[in-house]
């Protein structure tokens, strides 16, 4: 038995008190989906972009923060002071980041033929590289293991 008779449907208080609770309804689904969807999307973050607490992460749209992520990745000790460990990156480049949001990419100007020849022969190759091979970042531990490979092949760097 419903708790509003069908002909009291009809009257311009119970559609009001049916758009209310639709409403409620709607807006008690996004209030408890906002929460699973953040967590989502800050799984594909690390101590860059962390505290953004976006539903897009900004890396996706974004090359500069594709390109500090990236930085994070590769010159990050895992082991001596974790990803928010700067250290290596400015010893190895000589800069003074204080950390890794803060860094600015410089693009330098290219023009000329040559340019525009290896850009054709570089889209040309990716045109023909296989879809699991299409990827935005990097894997640390792909480069790990690549890296102790390389070392077992060339034993020192002479040999590389």
């Known amino acids: 038995m419903p708790i509003i008779a ?3 449907r009809k009257s311009l ?10 409403l409620f309804c709607v807006l008690g ?11 989502l999307s800050s799984s ?15 890396f996706y749209f974004d090359d500069d923060a594709l390109y500090r992520k990236y930085l994070n990745l590769k010159y990050t000790d ?15 480049y000589k800069t003074d980041y204080p950390a890794y949001k803060d860094i600015t990419p410089i693009y330098p100007e290219v023009s000329g033929e040559g340019v525009k ?11 023909q590289l ?4 299409w990827t935005r970042g990097l894997n640390y531990y792909l480069l790990k293991d690549y890296r102790s490979e390389e070392k077992m092949r060339f034993k020192d760097i002479e040999h590389l």
């Open 6 to 8: 069908m002909v009291g």
């Open 130 to 133: 296989a879809p699991e091979y």
């Open 44 to 58: 594909t973050t690390n101590s860059v972009d962390y505290q953004d607490f976006k539903l897009v992460p900004r």
């Open 78 to 92: 895992r082991y001596r002071g974790g990803e928010k460990n700067i250290l290596p990156l400015n010893s190895l």
């Open 29 to 39: 689904s996004v209030i408890f989906t906002y929460p699973f969807l953040l967590m």
């Open 117 to 127: 020849a290896r850009l054709t022969d570089y889209e040309h190759f990716l045109s």
């Open 13 to 22: 208080k119970s559609k009001l008190f049916f758009a209310l609770l639709y």
